[in-house]
T-cell receptor, first 116, second 111 residues
Framework: AQKITQTQPGMFVQEKEAVTLDCTYDTSDQSYGLFWYKQPSSGEMIFLIYQGSYDEQNATEGRYSLNFQKARKSANLVISASQLGDSAMYFCAMRGGDTGRRALTFGSGTRLQVQP | KAGVTQTPRYLIKTRGQQVTLSCSPISGHRSVSWYQQTPGQGLQFLFEYFSETQRNKGNFPGRFSGRQFSNSRSEMNVSTLELGDSALYLC??????????FGSGTRLTVV
């Protein structure tokens, strides 16, 4: 079975500072994908960044980067230069490699609050 | 290009009734999956459809069903609604499985 663990229910960060949101995962698949989504209070899930299990380089998308440590089974999200608009819930998710396991498994989320 | 469209945005139903939610994926995406989000259980996978066929199914009772049409639009149906079915229902469409784009969700309240 696949499992995603996010151990930080809530985080505070000062505007313009960097913040790391933790995510560890467990899977027996050799091929898998890791995702981070942002969910503001409106409810929509906004895709942030994707890392494939065979990708050798850490993924980056603008101010977002994914610190992928395969041996430790961790996929932490780093947000640089936090902005007030970054305040939201953040979810780490994984999909397996087989067609039958392509559903996303989500973690419990981290609520990030950016303070001015 | 247009994103994933879910209708309606909000819905209030009475216990015992049934409800149908709709999801229109991004043009060209043939995979549509559904998720339920509740404060207690978090985000849980309901089912996935690909080219009108159910490809994956989560651990939900048979009251939850879905279908996909030839234009890739999908509907999910919940029969005999229970109070615990109150949730945000999210639909996601995908082209390759390396990216899932979600809609804004349908917030269902069962009273």
């Amino acid at each position: 079975a696949q499992k995603i663990t996010q151990t930080q229910p809530g985080m505070f960060v000062q505007e313009k500072e960097a913040v790391t949101l933790d995510c560890t995962y467990d899977t027996s698949d050799q091929s898998y994908g890791l995702f981070w989504y942002k969910q503001p209070s409106s409810g929509e899930m906004i895709f942030l960044i994707y890392q494939g299990s065979y990708d050798e380089q850490n993924a980056t998308e603008g101010r977002y980067s994914l610190n992928f440590q395969k041996a430790r089974k961790s996929a932490n999200l780093v947000i640089s230069a936090s902005q007030l608009g970054d305040s939201a819930m953040y979810f780490c998710a994984m999909r397996g490699g087989d067609t039958g396991r392509r559903a996303l498994t989500f973690g419990s989320g981290t609520r990030l609050q950016v303070q001015p | 290009k247009a994103g994933v469209t879910q209708t309606p945005r909000y819905l209030i139903k009475t216990r015992g009734q049934q409800v149908t939610l709709s999801c229109s994926p991004i043009s060209g995406h043939r995979s549509v999956s559904w998720y339920q989000q509740t404060p207690g259980q978090g985000l849980q996978f309901l089912f996935e459809y690909f080219s009108e066929t159910q490809r994956n199914k989560g651990n939900f009772p048979g009251r939850f069903s879905g279908r996909q049409f030839s234009n890739s639009r999908s509907e999910m149906n919940v029969s005999t609604l229970e109070l615990g079915d109150s949730a945000l229902y999210l639909c996601a469409s995908s082209l390759t499985g390396d990216g899932y784009t979600f809609g804004s969700g349908t917030r269902l309240t069962v009273v």
